[in-house]
């Protein structure tokens, strides 16, 4: 914040795009230590639009995905979701979540030393019951989350909901077996997706290179063509393909005794800056053009 002369959300947006800018280095110490530790924590920013919508939050996410079992698990303060409207707002975030990840996805109702999360799970499992909690309120805010209520619904269904305690540890025990479980799920159902998009994106790039080739090759055709057509077949008899593709023109016999009054080598001073990988691209070049030049006759 200070060296850049940024707010609090400034500061965590541009630390974490430059710690993505090393996250190669985070990869290669989780590989080293995966025989050692079964598991690995990464504790990410909670502001949602920080991590979740960020393009470096992406990048991390994606990272992690494409090589290693990734699971998601959103901690949520169950001490402070007793209110309906509230309960919403997290439900809403962690919907957004999962959909963006697209990872397997738990949710974590911490604090059950303070109160027990039956209540959230009864919310979820029981339409009903949550309206009658949402009849108490009444903001405007309500009519929304009724209806959202309902969209909910679904993903409500196939949502894995583990109540725990950070400080008595109770619950971890079945926070485990639902890791577990996502484990599998992202074997089964998430690894193969990342397999299709990653062999997708390199047919991509393969035909992206072809094409390129394919143009290169079809500039240097015509060029060849050009060249032949200029010159006409009785100079076209006389001079090589490369002579009339490289040449800039020939020299008559007054100016061929002025360039000898000039002390340069042009041709070797030409060579002399010319990379040797251009070169060797240019005799394939000429090779090729003669090939053609040759079949043509």
């Known amino acids: 914040m200070k060296q850049y002369g940024l707010g609090p959300n400034g500061g965590i947006v541009t630390s974490l795009n430059l710690f993505a800018t090393r996250f190669d280095q985070v990869m290669k110490f989780i590989e ?19 991590f979740t919508w960020s393009a470096s939050g992406t990048i991390i996410t994606e990272a992690l995905a494409s090589s290693l079992h990734s699971v998601v698990v959103y901690v949520m303060d169950t001490s402070r979701s ?8 997290n439900m809403l975030y962690a919907c957004s ?9 738990i949710v974590v109702m911490n604090k059950t030393d303070i109160i027990d999360h039956s ?17 108490q309120e009444t903001s405007y805010v309500s009519n929304l989350t009724r209806s959202m209520s309902l969209v909910l ?12 305690s950070a400080v008595l540890g109770t619950g971890l025990e079945e926070f485990f ?13 998430y690894r193969p997706e990342y397999e299709r998009l990653r062999k997708t994106l390199e047919e991509a790039q393969e035909k992206q290179k072809r094409e390129q080739l394919e143009h290169l090759w079809k500039d240097m055709g015509s060029v060849c063509m050009q060249s032949s057509t200029m010159a006409g077949p009785d100079d076209a008899s006389a001079m090589s393909p490369s002579e009339l593709i490289l040449t800039r023109g020939t020299l008559n016999e007054e100016e061929e005794r002025e360039s000898d ?7 070797v001073t030409e060579e002399s800056h010319e990379e040797p990988a251009f070169r060797n691209f240019m005799q394939d070049m000429r090779m090729k053009c003669q090939r053609k030049s040759n079949l043509n006759e």
């Open 32 to 50: 080293k230590r995966q025989n050692a530790s079964k598991y690995v924590i990464i504790d990410t920013p909670g502001q949602i639009e920080v």
């Open 177 to 189: 077996t639902q890791l577990s479980k996502a484990v599998d799920e992202y074997e089964r159902e």
């Open 261 to 267: 009054t000039d002390d340069i080598d042009h041709e």
């Open 153 to 164: 619904d679904e993903f409500y269904s196939s949502l894995k909901v583990v109540g725990v």
């Open 82 to 89: 007793t209110n309906p409207i509230t309960f919403m707002s």
């Open 97 to 105: 979540i999962l959909y963006k990840t697209k990872l397997p996805f």
């Open 119 to 135: 209540f959230a799970v009864e919310w979820m499992q029981d339409f009903e019951t949550f309206q009658d909690a949402l009849n």
